[in-house]
């Protein structure tokens, strides 16, 4: 079974701070995607990472996958009560299903 | 992009009662949905698999007399809670792929409460 591992579980920082999620596994992924999600509604993509490496900037969040694409970050600067909510990772190998991540929940005071 | 809308967004309903969700792919056609279940602050648990024209596959532990799963076309899948029960009660999300390797995109969600 493909495990993805998210670290935190939970944070809870001020406006203005900087945080790293981080998405770990044992196993290989050909894609991996990161999505926020609030509460009563679906997740939303926020990013799709798919070479080893590779790094993608979306305003104040950093993505970046790692060498081995066995994890990934995601790194948000000057965070804002806007951005609270779960992030999920999740893992693609191929065309089976998507593997998620533990989830994070982030919570940014004012 | 890509939309991929739930309906409805909630229901409650009656214990022993049978519920219906739809999910429907506006923009794209997606051989493959996938039905999650998701607890109060926890991560989605995928159900199963649902493909386009032949039987869903599930996940270990989900029942699939329970949580009865159609594609009858590559835009819509739905999700049957049968004789619905009060454990049943959850958040229910469907989501779509484009084609091998693309994300997936979801719907807003479906609130079940059984009563």
């Known amino acids: 079974t493909q495990l993805l591992e998210q670290s935190p579980q939970f944070l809870s920082i001020q406006e203005g701070e900087n945080l790293t999620v981080y998405c770990n596994s044992s196993?290989?992924?050909?894609?991996l995607q990161w999505y926020r999600q609030e509460p009563g509604e679906g997740p939303v993509l926020l990013v799709t990472v798919v070479t080893g490496g590779e790094v993608k900037k979306l305003k104040r969040l950093t993505f970046q996958f790692g060498d081995a694409r066995k994890d990934s970050s995601l790194h948000i600067t000057a965070a804002q009560p806007g951005d609270t909510g779960l992030y999920l990772c999740a893992g693609a190998a191929g065309f089976q299903k998507l593997v998620f991540g533990t989830g994070t929940r982030l919570l940014v005071s004012p | 992009g890509a939309v991929v809308s739930q309906h409805p967004s909630w229901v409650i309903c009656k214990s022993g009662t049978s519920v219906k969700i739809e999910c429907r792919s506006l923009?794209?056609?997606?051989?493959?949905m996938f039905w999650y279940r998701q607890f109060p602050k926890q991560s989605l648990m995928l159900m199963a698999t649902?493909?386009?024209?032949?039987?869903?596959?599930?996940e270990q532990g989900v029942e699939k007399d329970k949580f009865l799963i159609n594609h009858a076309s590559l835009t819509l899948s739905t999700l049957t809670v049968t004789s619905a029960h009060p454990e049943d009660s959850s958040f229910y999300i469907c989501?779509?792929?484009?084609?091998?390797?693309?994300?997936?995109?979801f719907g807003q969600g479906t609130r079940l409460t059984v009563v």
């Open positions: 196993s290989v992924f050909s894609s």
């Open positions: 989501s779509a792929r484009r084609g091998a390797d693309s994300a997936a995109f």
């Open positions: 923009d794209f056609q997606a051989t493959t």
């Open positions: 649902s493909n386009e024209g032949s039987k869903a596959t599930y």
